[in-house]
Structures are given as structure tokens and as C-alpha cells.
């Protein structure tokens, strides 16, 4: 017949005295008081281990901040373990293992490792840009959290003051926060995603369109361009954008090696694009010329456009939209409308909009598509771009553009 052990009291607990050596104090179903010399009390549950069958002990805590109560709510939980063959030592030590790990994984660390994988997808301007998005607006006072903590009312609070500035910078935000979830739940850092639904509670934000003026105005501005107090560099930089229908990126990075002067040819590797994927442009006679105005002053320089005060570092992407606002451009041209500019004249010449796109470096949806444009656009495309020089020098009246053959 099985000994009956007599439950403890908190009396008994309480009043326990420490002897020379230490001593157990038995509850019953292997909770047990353990007192030291030194006066200490610790629970320990005693137990079999699961398929090893050895006998084992597990620490619940110390007396007085453990109580008798609790110490048998924790002996329960441990024998209710044991039932389903699971190791309460074993259960704990995992569930230590994870809380450290989720609480090491905060927004800022999961943030940083998914933005490495995101500069492989982006151009090295754009991941830029989510850095300081981050830094500015989120890892303030969000950072520190851990990513499995993150829930929608916090967010919500946080974007709710940049909304009322910024409706177009909190639906960007939104956008990448759920990026980062994503990654998250894809690399077994987060278990959901509670933000999916965030961009729904603020107002969607009017979409507005690159500031760039009308074909009408492009004689104006080709003339404003020939007498405005800006540098060489500057002015062929500008022209460059122009003919080229590139980004301002795209177009204050170039490198001389980037150019094959024999096919007339500007090859963007992945790296410098948007959509990470190489471009080749066709160079016009009206371009090529703007590369002999421009290669006297930068030939000692890797860059077609060279920075100001170091010939070894392009000039800076944002050279050509203040320029333009000195020349008088304010709210109404910046050199990414340069773009616009070109897609519209363009359209109404009625050429096809698959070239125009295709000139643009658009990306569609249709993957099928986009690697036939990809494959065979580029005479299709020279010739597009003959024509698009052609009208920019008829509108610089032949002697204001540089770029004048």
C-alpha cells in the first residue's frame, strides 16, 4: 500500500528553521520544500522523466516569494505536462529559449536583416529611403520592440501625427512595415501578421503626380537652361535626364564605363536601376555630342558627371531638381518630370506606348511580355529616341542645346 504524505501547512512553511544540513519538506505528488542552512526555502518538484524513466527535479522558485498556493498550481501544471509525455524541465527550458529569442528580435533587428534582402531587389537610392523612413518615423519609439509584440493599436498611434502631414508617407510606411511582417512570419521570426489591416485606418491619400510642365513649355525651358548661372556639369547633366528619359538616379550616376561609344549604347547594370534589372539605352547623335561637351572637364573622373568636390564620387542624384528651382522651376518642374515630359510628347506623336514604356524602363505585370520587350525593343527603341532628340533640339532652336549635332 502507497504511503499517504500529509500536506503541508503555511504554518509549517512559514516556520521551517534551517538545521546544520538541508532538508526536504514533503507536499505530496513530489512537491517539496527544500530548506538550506543559510535559512533559504526552494520548491522542488520532484519526478520521472519521460521515456528515460530516471527521477529528476525541477525548481519552481523560493519562499516566501513563491507561496504554498502557487508552488501547487506550478506541481498541477507539471503533472498535467507529464500526461501528455512532455518534460516539464524540458517544456521551461524551451519556453526560456523562445522568449529570448522574440525578445532579441525587435522591429529594429528584423527591420535591418530584411532590408539586406530588399537591396537586391531595389536601387541603392530607394533602399536608402526606407532606411531614413525607418530611422525618422519608426524606430523611435517602435525599434526596441520585440516584432512579435508589435500589434495595430501601437503602430496605428504612432503614424497617426505624420498622417495629418503626410497621407502619401504613411500609406508608404504601412506598405513597408507589412514588408517587414512578412519577412518576419517567411523566416519563422513572427507567427502573424497583425498589421495587414493597418493602411485602413487612415484616409487614402490623393495621388499626385511628379511636377513637370507642358510640351508647350519645353522651348522655355531649353532656353531658361542656356542662360541660367549653373555649372557645365549642371547643364549637361540636365540634358542628359532629358534625352535619355532616365531617373535622376540613374542619370547623375553614369560611368564612363557604362557607355560603348561604338554602338552608341548606355548599359545600366541592375544595381543602379529601380527594378534591379540591367537597361540599355540607345544613345542618340544629340546625346553622344553631350558626352564630348562634358568629357574635357571630367575625363579624370570613373563618372560622366562628376561631383563638385570629389571627381571620384558622382554628383549628387538631387544636382538637377535644385537647379531647376533656381532657374525659376519651383512647384512646377522637378527632373524626374522630365519623364512625364517625354511620355506625353511622345504619346502624341502617336507612337506606341509599349515603346515609350519600354524607354521609360517601366516594369509591367505580364513577365511573358516583359522579356519579349526586353529582347527585342532596342532598335524599335533607337529609333524612338531619334525622334525624342530630334524634337528637343528643334525646340532648343538648334543652337541653345548642347546637345546640338
Not at 516569494?65 to 506541481?75: D, I, P, T, V, W
Not at 541603392?124 to 519608426?138: G, K, Q, V, W
Request: proline residues 5%; contains cysteine; charged residues 25%.
Amino acid at each position: 500500500m502507497a504511503r499517504k504524505t500529509t500536506s503541508l501547512t503555511n504554518t509549517e512553511v512559514d516556520k521551517a528553521k534551517p538545521r546544520e544540513k538541508e532538508y526536504n519538506l514533503s507536499d505530496g505528488e513530489g512537491l517539496m520544500l527544500r530548506v538550506k542552512p543559510t535559512g533559504s526555502k526552494l520548491w522542488l518538484f520532484n519526478y520521472t522523466r519521460p521515456f528515460t524513466k530516471k527521477r529528476a527535479n525541477i525548481s519552481f522558485g523560493t519562499y516566501p516569494e513563491l507561496s504554498l498556493a502557487n508552488a501547487r498550481k506550478k506541481r498541477t501544471e507539471a503533472r498535467e505536462l507529464l500526461a501528455e509525455d512532455i518534460d516539464p524541465k524540458e517544456h521551461r527550458d524551451e519556453q526560456t529559449r523562445n522568449s529570448v529569442r522574440a525578445n532579441s528580435n525587435t522591429l529594429k533587428h528584423v527591420f535591418l536583416l530584411q532590408l539586406e534582402v530588399k537591396k537586391t531587389e531595389v536601387s541603392a537610392d530607394h533602399a536608402h529611403d526606407i532606411l531614413r523612413s525607418f530611422e525618422l518615423h519608426l524606430l523611435p519609439k517602435l525599434g526596441s520592440t520585440p516584432i512579435g509584440k508589435l500589434d495595430a493599436p501601437t503602430v496605428i498611434d504612432v503614424l497617426k501625427p505624420i498622417a495629418a502631414k503626410s497621407p502619401e508617407t504613411v500609406k508608404r510606411l504601412c506598405h513597408r512595415m507589412n514588408e517587414v511582417m512578412i519577412y518576419a512570419l517567411n523566416t519563422g521570426l513572427a507567427d502573424h501578421n497583425p498589421l495587414s489591416g493597418i493602411k485602413h485606418a487612415f484616409e487614402k491619400p490623393i495621388k499626385k503626380h511628379m511636377p513637370t510642365i507642358s510640351p508647350e513649355q519645353l522651348p522655355t525651358l531649353m532656353k531658361t537652361l542656356t542662360t541660367a548661372s549653373i555649372s557645365l556639369t549642371t547643364r549637361c547633366l540636365i540634358e542628359w535626364q532629358l534625352h535619355t528619359m532616365v531617373r535622376p538616379s540613374e542619370a547623375a550616376g553614369a560611368r564612363w564605363d557604362e557607355i560603348d561609344t561604338e554602338s552608341a549604347l548606355w548599359v545600366i547594370p541592375a544595381e543602379r536601376m529601380k527594378m534591379k534589372e540591367q537597361h540599355i539605352v540607345p544613345l542618340t547623335p544629340q546625346t553622344m555630342a553631350l558626352l564630348d561637351v562634358i568629357r574635357p572637364s571630367n575625363n579624370r573622373s570613373p563618372y560622366v558627371f562628376a561631383g563638385a568636390r570629389n571627381i571620384n564620387k558622382p554628383t549628387n542624384s538631387s544636382t538637377a531638381n535644385v537647379a531647376l528651382k533656381r532657374m525659376g522651376y519651383h512647384k512646377e518642374l522637378v527632373a524626374h518630370g522630365l519623364r512625364s515630359l517625354a511620355s506625353t510628347i511622345l504619346n502624341n506623336k502617336g507612337i506606341n506606348g509599349d515603346l515609350i514604356e519600354a524607354c521609360l524602363a517601366h516594369k509591367g505585370k505580364d513577365e511573358v511580355r516583359n522579356a519579349y520587350n526586353k529582347a527585342d525593343y532596342l532598335e524599335l527603341r533607337r529609333e524612338v529616341m531619334k525622334e525624342w532628340s530630334a524634337h528637343i533640339e528643334k525646340a532648343a532652336e538648334g543652337n541653345l542645346s548642347l546637345g546640338s549635332k
